[in-house]
């Protein structure tokens, strides 16, 4: 049964920056992708960044492009999730999700092409 435990969100202050850490267990992982999505209160969950297992090749939603970076580390079975200059709209809570790279395909910003979810991270950012 694959676990995706998320770890590492908090309050800072805007501008500041959080490591997020997704601990993933329950198969091995290579052949899959690896993604985190976000939802703020009253707004739908949308797509940050994603991470192929293997290749790591990477992606990103426009709003985060130069300012979070997704990475992972096989030998921890872990992805990451570095985000600097936060801004009060990265508020939400966070989501690690996984699933086959065969079954995502191009539709890696949709969060209906994963299967896997984790339980979610709080981030906040204050002034």
């Known amino acids: 049964q694959v676990q995706l435990v998320e770890s590492g969100g908090g309050l800072v202050q805007a501008g500041g920056s959080l490591r997020l850490s997704c601990a993933a267990s329950g198969r091995t992982f290579s052949g899959y992708i690896m993604g985190w999505f976000r939802q703020a209160p009253g707004k739908d969950r949308e797509f940050v960044a994603a991470?192929?297992?293997?290749?790591?090749?990477?992606y990103y939603a426009n709003s985060v492009k130069g300012r979070f970076t997704i990475s992972r580390d096989n030998a921890k079975n872990t992805v990451y999730l570095q985000m600097n200059s936060l801004k009060f709209e990265d508020a939400a809570v966070y989501y690690c999700t996984a699933s086959w790279v065969g079954r995502v395909g191009g539709i890696y910003y949709s969060d209906r092409a994963y299967d896997y979810w984790g339980q979610g991270t709080q981030v906040t950012v204050s002034s």
């Open positions: 991470i192929t297992w293997s290749a790591g090749n990477t």
